[in-house]
């Protein structure tokens, strides 16, 4: 699974990489975790508000801080 975090290095954007990585050290298994802060990188998946969550080149939030419940279950889905 690829997972992508979206954002240009504010702190929601900062927090929701750290709420991902939690997401991914309670749940375990294998996954690829990049922090992509290239505005034309983001702009091309459509993007307008950061911070946002790709999982396997799909958008699945954007715009919104997700909490680790969240994050969790769009991983699992």
Known sequence: MKIEILGVGCSKCKTQEEIVKQAFAKIGGFHEINKVD????I???????????VIDG??????????LEEVIE???N
């Open 38 to 41: 290239d505005i034309e990188t």
């Open 74 to 76: 769009l991983i699992k």
């Open 43 to 53: 702009m091309n998946y459509g993007v307008l508000s950061t911070p946002a969550l």
């Open 58 to 67: 799909v958008v699945k939030s954007s715009g919104k801080l997700l909490r």
